[in-house]
């Protein structure tokens, strides 16, 4: 497997990171490095294991149908880069 | 309990310029959970809140915010299940969808691909007394709603408001059983019916909270048929997903529109692309959503912040105990046990209240008398005030008192209209208003016989040309039922009338 | 007295008891001590006013009879951990200025016992890395240097800032987290005690999230008791996290007795791995005869998935933080680029992502992206979850057998000089996780304690693993590895 700059490119831009071109080239030679160690993995014989799910197994905890929470807007928006009239705002997304 | 059995609809061909086609269509309704808080927060689920205020941190995706699950949008949705006739699965499982967007604060839905927690099951789409379309439901899981993203408040930014971001929503996939605009909004229709007599989701559509993905392919006569057999969608044409659509005639306007312009490229020798489309109402088309960019990748796996989510076979036969009568069954029986038609059991048991009323007003009475005065009469004044049945100022029981004073020639057919009609303005008792008014039919043939006989002493005249022409004798009973104040029983007016004339 | 700052929390907890000192007075000290170490870098936010305020809450508390676990203890707290009001941004550029609106139910459950917050502390970015290079606020500096040389060595990571403040006695403790070795190497680079419970065991709510089934927190210590003192304050049940055991929280400081005799020892074949230094070797010959001493049974097992660990890990780590850090977007808190003329949503996104994220957290979310897009999903993640099935029935299989606790090496070395590994490929880094990751990827409690010195005079520590929720059991073996071993060099101070 080897990944090349346009790879690296298409993983960038599925991950949202802003990757100029003149990096690809190391970029792609950065996941060959990692995959490649990754790829012992194939070594191990894993026919009829079944992949963990949870490291501890126990019973997925449920919470009730009950509001305890929210009516806090404020400090949902208290952070935000850019608040406006209660809402979170972002450059315009066309649709 | 009545098994009512159906012929399947003849499938509807659409004249293409060079052949006739027929259309295949699969939905995959998102119908919101009706529950008091969201999926995986305590926050509200309530609509039209104040933005950003039905938000806890972990709807706001916080850093550090973890999910867990509310176990009573487990519980409607393995009752959704069980009143589509489908499997349970005792185990499944919740995966991160992962795709950037500003109303997707995580960066991913939490939604259910490897293991969803329910399996197939079928809906009965009827089509016409006797018609009905069986269509097969592939699976329903469970996910989160995401936020919205408001466009036209600003001209160069967009507002997100969360407060929708992890509302529970059923996924509901059907099979592409479904086979024309038609079909498609009835399947919308009955699996409404369906979830609101469940009680799992309230079907409001203007709200958002059924809401439809519709799959439209075209194929020749005789494809369809061959998918059936093998299971091979190579069969079909290629699909285009119509997204998000909220209202029954959008689905039925974008799916005739999308079968001509699919028909238009396969004969025009083009090939469809298999593509997200949008529906336009301004135009009534549909429109390519591919966006500026790449196919999406969504990169499910499992959520490593929940385990995997088993529940016990004995919780689901109690929510199996629980599951109330369906439309099916129910229209069933009200066309068995209480002699009604097709078509009215199909009117009363369109909205599980109305199945409610009527069968409070029916209850040890005449149910088709019944059925009549509730689709007829009470529907009708209901409609003239654009009133809905949870207001209408008449009772089951003030329905069921009419139709009892009718059963018992207390009052004539007429004389209950009036009552009716006091009782919608007055709210009062039916029994009481005729008492009060004094408005109980006359069937004493004493009184009726001293009134007749003093109409014609007084009218010698009239006799006379009765006793030429038996028809006028309608003047007689006219005036008999005049002089009573409209009490007297028509009948038995009428035989005494042509008694005492001789006729 | 020594300086109060050089106290561990048993010694300074018994002395404020007795009435012979005061939380302020140790607050105040400790307080001193990071002022005049800034140069190690360790705290990155100092918040001297809630610290006091505790502090005298604290004696009031004391005075009054009414003394939690940690009651007046002064500490620090590793970035990760959201703190109400207080910064909180993983050592990255994309949380500058996020104050949490919420308390982590570990800092929580802290601040409950009693605890002083004394600031928090520097770590690798998002907890990423093991030499606390990857941080947004600059290195963390090991109190320690080697021997007649004044190369700044690196304190470990991810939870070096930790580290680097309990060696140099900033602070009584510290808390950490590990997702692959993160507690266990840096105490060990910095001659202290870290101890990553069973997973389940802390709450993960309101932690900065990496990798979410590896995840746990635990604490930094000068000492095995401390250890116990401090876990047993930091663990509980949290309804609010899923994965959070539904078990009682024992009082482990009650449980240490230093007794091992009829205990059995694993040593793991598979961890002498090629290349490993002498003294590496010896120093876990010599933990190993110190355990027979103290009376255990030492028996070699195989755990033959081990080499697999850190590939698995690899993938499975990168995969889920490539997902847990979508969430930074720039939309609802943090840092958002400033965009040109033009730019959309997406460039606000890429932007946004590349200016807030180092190098190596953009490599890891990148590289678990790629693992998880559509074709390579079971070639890569799901190959790795069933990996790790193996490699946590290794282990399950040497506990059944009879095996009480595993003793490894901590680290293939002692500290090394920054910057020294930053030329090398990334892998090479990877590699310093060797030991400490099966332990992640199986969920089980493991410890490091310090045991010997390099040839340099660097510490050097052994890892001790333990069965499911057995941390007692564990603290219990390494309190008795803890006084064979003796161990008590502090690094000469130099800053």
């Known amino acids: 497997m080897s990944i090349d700059e346009s790879t690296a490119a298409r993983v960038a831009k599925l991950a949202r990171i802003r990757v100029e071109p003149e990096a690809l080239p190391e970029l792609a030679e950065d996941f060959n490095r990692i995959l490649g160690f990754i790829e012992q993995l194939n070594e191990v014989d894993v026919e009829g294991v079944e992949p963990m799910t949870s490291v501890t197994p126990m019973r997925l905890k449920r919470r009730e149908d009950q509001v305890d929470d929210g009516g806090h807007a404020a400090q949902v928006l208290s952070n935000a880069p850019d608040a406006r009239e209660g809402f979170f705002a972002v450059p315009k997304v066309v649709e | ?76 949705a393995v009752r959704t299940g069980l009143g589509l006739k489908a499997a349970i699965n005792l185990n499944s499982a919740f995966d991160r969808k992962n795709y950037f967007y500003p109303d997707q604060p995580a960066g991913y839905q939490i939604s259910q691909l490897y293991h969803p927690i329910v399996g197939e099951g079928e809906v009965l789409v009827e089509m016409g007394e006797g018609i009905a379309r069986r269509v097969r439901i592939e699976r329903i899981h469970l996910e989160q709603d995401a936020g919205k993203s408001i466009h036209d408040m600003d001209p160069t930014m967009s507002f997100v408001d969360l407060n929708r971001a992890g509302v529970a929503l059923m996924e509901i996939v059907s099979r592409p059983d479904i086979r024309g605009a038609d079909e498609a909004a009835a399947y919308i229709t009955k699996l409404r019916q369906i979830l609101r007599y469940l009680g799992t989701c309230d079907g409001n559509m203007q709200n958002g909270n059924l809401r439809a993905d519709v799959n439209v392919s075209v194929c020749l006569p005789g494809q369809y048929e061959k998918y059936l057999e093998s299971g091979d969608f190579s069969h079909l044409g290629t699909r285009c997903e119509i997204k998000n659509m909220n209202s029954m005639r959008f689905i039925q306007q974008a799916i005739d529109y999308e079968a001509r312009r699919q028909i238009a490229i396969v004969e025009g020798g083009g090939t469809v692309d298999q593509e997200t489309r949008g529906f336009d109402p301004d135009t009534g088309e549909t429109r390519t959503q591919r966006s500026k960019e790449e196919a999406h990748d969504y990169r499910y796996f499992p959520d490593p912040d929940l385990l995997p989510l088993e529940i016990e076979q004995a919780w689901v036969d109690d929510i199996a105990a629980s599951l109330p009568e369906l439309p099916d069954e129910k229209k069933a029986r009200f066309m068995t046990g209480f002699g009604l038609s097709d078509y009215d059991a199909s009117v009363l048991t369109a909205e599980v209240e109305a199945a409610g009323y009527f069968e409070q007003a029916a209850e040890g009475r005449d149910g088709k008398l019944a059925a009549n005065w509730i689709i007829n009469e ?126 | 007295m020594a300086d109060l700052n050089t ?239 539904d078990l009682a929280v024992p009082d482990f400081e009650s449980l240490l007795s230093g007794d091992i005799r009829g205990k059995t020892i694993g040593i ?24 027979k001493a103290a009376g255990a049974k030492v028996v070699d097992i195989s755990l033959p998935h081990t080499k697999y660990a850190l590939p698995a890990y690899y993938v499975i780590a990168p995969a889920e933080a490539s997902s847990n850090l979508a969430r930074y977007d720039g939309v609802r808190y943090g840092h958002r680029a400033k965009l040109a003329q033009g730019d959309g949503i997406t460039e606000m996104y890429e932007k946004t992502r590349a200016e807030g994220f180092g190098d190596e957290v953009q490599r890891r979310v990148m590289v678990g992206t790629y693992v998880l897009s559509a074709g390579f999903y079971d070639a890569y993640y799901n190959r790795a979850r069933k990996v790790r099935t193996l490699i946590k029935r290794d282990f399950e299989q040497a506990f059944a057998a009879g095996v009480d606790a595993i003793l490894t090496p901590a680290t293939p070395s002692a500290a090394f000089g920054l910057g020294e590994m930053t030329e090398a490929d990334p892998v090479q880094m990877y590699l310093l996780d060797v030991f400490t990751v099966t332990v992640n990827l199986a969920g089980l409690p493991g410890i490091t304690v310090p045991t010997g010195r390099d040839a340099q005079g660097l510490p050097l520590g052994l890892q001790l693993i333990g069965r499911p929720w057995e941390e007692a059991d564990l603290l219990n073996t390494a309190l008795a590895l803890e006084s064979a071993a003796g161990f008590v060099a502090k690094p000469a101070r130099w800053w």
């Open chain 2, 1 to 76: 309990m009545l098994d009512l059995t159906y012929e399947a609809p003849k499938v509807k061909t659409i004249a293409g310029a060079k052949h006739d086609w027929e259309l295949v269509i699969g939905m995959e309704v998102h119908a919101q959970v009706s529950s008091r808080a969201k999926l995986f927060s305590s926050a509200s689920t309530k609509f039209g809140a104040e933005p950003n205020s039905n938000v806890s941190f972990v709807d706001a995706a916080m850093p550090g915010m973890l999910p867990v699950i509310n176990e009573f949008c487990v519980d409607q």
């Open chain 3, 7 to 245: 106290l561990g929390l048993a010694e300074a907890r018994d002395l404020l008891r007795k009435g012979e000192t005061t939380s302020v007075e140790l607050t105040e000290a400790c307080l001193k001590a990071i002022d005049a170490a800034d140069v190690l870098n360790a705290f990155v936010h100092k918040t001297p006013e809630i610290a006091m305020e505790r502090a005298r809450a604290a004696d009031a508390r004391l005075q009054a009879g009414d003394a939690p676990a940690m009651c007046g203890l002064p500490i620090g707290m590793k970035d990760l951990f959201c703190t109400e009001g207080v910064p909180s941004q993983a050592a990255s550029r994309i949380l500058d200025g996020f104050r949490p609106e919420y308390e982590s139910t570990v800092s929580a459950n802290l601040r409950d016992a009693g605890a002083v917050m004394l600031g928090k502390l520097n770590m690798d970015e998002f907890a990423m890395g093991s030499s606390n290079e990857t941080s947004a606020y600059g290195n963390a500096i090991n109190p320690w240097r080697r021997d007649g040389d004044d190369t700044a060595l690196t304190p470990g990571g991810s939870s070096g800032g930790s580290a680097a403040a309990v060696a140099a006695d900033l602070c009584l403790a510290a808390t950490g987290t590990d997702t692959g070795g993160s507690i266990r190497q840096p105490a060990a680079l910095t001659g202290t005690v870290g101890i990553k419970p069973t997973y389940g065991r802390c709450s993960r709510w309101g932690i900065i999230a990496f990798a979410s089934s590896l995840d746990q927190a635990g604490p930094m210590t000068k000492s095995v008791r401390d250890a116990a003192i401090m876990l047993g304050a930091m663990c509980s049940h949290d309804p609010k996290d899923s994965t959070s055991a």
């Open chain 2, 378 to 503: 009470l529907y009708g004044r209901l409609k003239k005030d654009e009133t809905q049945l949870a207001d209408s100022p008449v009772s089951p029981a003030q329905i069921g008192q009419i139709v009892d004073l009718i059963k018992s020639d207390a009052i004539s057919g007429k004389i209950a209209k009036d009552v009716f009609e006091i009782c919608y303005t007055s709210g009062r008792d039916p029994e009481e208003i005729v008492e009060t008014e004094g408005m109980k039919q006359v069937t004493d043939t004493g009184a009726i016989e001293t009134a007749v006989d003093e109409i014609i002493a007084a009218n010698p005249a009239q006799v006379e040309k009765a006793k030429q022409n038996p028809k006028l004798a309608g003047w007689f009973v006219g005036q008999v039922m005049k002089a009573t104040g409209g009490k007297a029983n028509p009948k038995a007016v009428n035989d005494i009338v042509s008694a005492k004339l001789g006729l």
């Open chain 3, 268 to 291: 793991p074949r598979e961890y002498r791995v090629e290349g490993m230094p002498a003294e590496i070797e010896k120093l876990w010959n010599d933990g190993t005869e110190m355990l």
